[in-house]
């Protein structure tokens, strides 16, 4: 789904992070929803135009799953994760934001790699789809009690380690699978 909860401008950013590097590189998003029209402007306005592939509504996901070697969920919360499972289940090493229940299917370094939230990215009880059926406090959203949850980091640490590690993975095969494997 295109929208708030999943996070999909932090997803941009990152591939604008990408691109300033000189990484080769192709994000593929699928899905549909309310901000595929702001998503698609944004990789206008960042560059990402010839590295962003949006596949729409993609009933069969499994050429989806061959087609990438790194999984990234950018969500801002989740209510289980089940493309986690979907991800593991495709052996492919993922890369997610420690956020709600994420840190108990994500083992840093064995399966994939958890990052803090970017400050200013939490997600708003007033940003849940009507039908979600999350319980969400005042405050917000829970990040996973962590000594590294991201509260006394630099805004952007987490996005800034997410693309060092998206580099790393790139440049090593055997660590991908290694950690695909793992899920």
């Known amino acids: 789904r295109l929208n708030v909860q999943k996070g999909q401008h932090l997803l941009l950013d990152l591939g604008k992070r990408l691109l300033d590097a000189g990484v080769d590189f ?5 899905g549909e929803g309310e901000r595929e029209g702001e998503l698609k402007f944004m990789t206008r306005e960042l560059g990402l135009e010839d590295k962003v592939l949006f596949t729409g509504f993609m009933p069969d996901l499994s050429c989806f799953w061959q087609a990438i070697d790194i999984f990234v969920l950018t969500s801002l919360w989740e209510g289980f994760g089940y493309v986690l499972l979907e991800a593991m289940l495709a052996k492919k090493p993922i890369l997610a934001f420690r956020v709600s229940n994420i840190p108990e299917l994500i083992t840093d370094d064995m399966n994939g790699y958890l990052f803090p939230l970017p400050a200013g990215e939490q997600l708003l009880e007033a940003d ?4 979600a059926g999350a319980v969400v406090s005042p405050e917000g959203p829970s990040v996973a009690g962590t000594p590294d949850s991201g509260k006394d980091l630099p805004k952007d640490a987490g996005m800034t380690a997410m693309a060092e590690t998206v580099q790393a993975l790139a440049a090593d095969a055997g660590l991908r699978q290694r950690l695909g494997s793992a899920g």
């Open 26 to 30: 192709r994000l593929v998003i699928a």
């Open 128 to 131: 849940l789809e009507p039908d």
